[in-house]
């Protein structure tokens, strides 16, 4: 069974998303597709589209949980799962991925990283990626938490993490 | 953007499945691959499992909503989406699609039925396929409700009929 | 630990709402309260207000799952839980509740209805009110599937019966 | 209409739960229901335990969305709300609430301060009352985020400021 990781972070609008870290997030997504991985995503702007786009250049599959409406999917998107209940469906985005990488965010994401590690599922934040991800990779953040995500230094070190884990 | 198509009906288990019902199931999801849309249902056994069935031998993509664990997905499913929320994962079902075919079926695609045409969803039920779609293509109980299901003789006149709405 | 009984059936609007139905669920409601229960519907108009009426007349409380804004529930309702999900609301009517109590209703009761019975709670469907109860107290619509709701002839009998389940 | 506050916090076993800290839950709890307040929580131990028993000796009304059965609620919960879908219950206290207060915490509170402050609920943290709360009352953190909480330094601040908000 093919893993599936889910891609959490800003969407389009976020003034931390400088081109560099568009460019993580699009690593990333194509070092998923690479190693034959299925990228799951939010399905909207930002660092899902940029993680889509990579997973697409890398010939892989994309799933967007969206929202409300698939009509406001990126187009990165192979396939739109539209929910119909707003903030809620960041549930299943973490639910449905065997593992969670965090690139940058704000408050969405903060929401999904915390369902991510409080469920027990495992949770790479790349570090220095800005926003959210910036603040979970400080030690001082993390001594207020027993269940801990792992920090990443770069995509590669996040995806070859996320393939190693058991499903 | 891809048609999505849901195929609802009996999981494994139902006594009304038989080999002439699970054909039916097939077909459809080979004709829904064919015309180039996406099969989505609950992932499991029965009607699920040979709508997945159908839609690989047609070359489709195959999408299971699962109820919790996607290590419950049938073998046809490319995209198992888990959960975690089990009978609430209908909604979804319903909601991520175009349009609901539904087929054979006991209280689960009840449920999927009622949402799917009470939130106004083109929901089409195949004729003498036994179970709820029996029920429901009976002019009697069709008398009891003002928004009405699509009858369709056969899965070629349900798909054409679910590729011929704009979406 | 109280009672929670969930009233399904037919918001305002619907045709089938006769002053004599609207009666029976107004009982239906007089009676949980009466007997100790916490009264749970979807908050809104038609079954739902008149069971909010009578479970207020009795000195009972009134729990309304409502699909998105709290300012939609009817006057009779104590504690107005807003979801913000829509249709998926259906799903909370019944799981919290020990046992469901079906009048008259459309799709929407039917979902829920469904539902309940497909999970295997108590389901108990007050005969003659009308719309989808008509419907499931017929023995040909009943023969469609395994498990099967109560029939009970009266809000007394529907009431009485809830109360003599273990919870 | 009443108004409906949330009290988001620890689970029983977070070793931050010093008894003054639940000694702030508990009044926090005590003044929702002193000013007619609904207090919802997730209806189990610590954080949600101490603020619906100070509910309770306001004589307030107390609701617990729990996550899975109604068993789980503690002994100060009037109305027990259970979902049957675990951690996607945060979603409903949050959009239920016409305003949030949070204290102490771990992830599972992380999470729903998150959402509540992404949905432009507002957000009140107690400072100094540990966990996630010391977290987010920290200057360096919230400049991570352009929405913040309000930050109150006591209970009887944070529900003050709750009941000034028009709902």
Redesign the interface.
Known sequence: ?RK?IAVSGSNAGDSNLTGEILTIAEETGYLIAKKGG?LVCGGLGGIMEASAKGAKRGKG?T?G?LPWN??A?NQYI???????????R???IV??ADCVIGICG???T??EI??S???GKPTIIIDKSG??S??FSKK??LK????KPIIAKTPEEAVNYAFSLKS
């Not at 192979?78 to 809620?88: N, V």
């Open positions: 069974m599936i299925i599959i799933v949980i698939k009509k999917a192979d396939i739109p799962i539209a929910t119909g209940i707003g903030f809620y960041n549930n299943i639910n449905c704000r408050w969405g903060l929401n915390a369902m590690i409080g469920i926003g959210v910036d603040l001082e953040t207020t938490f027993k269940k």
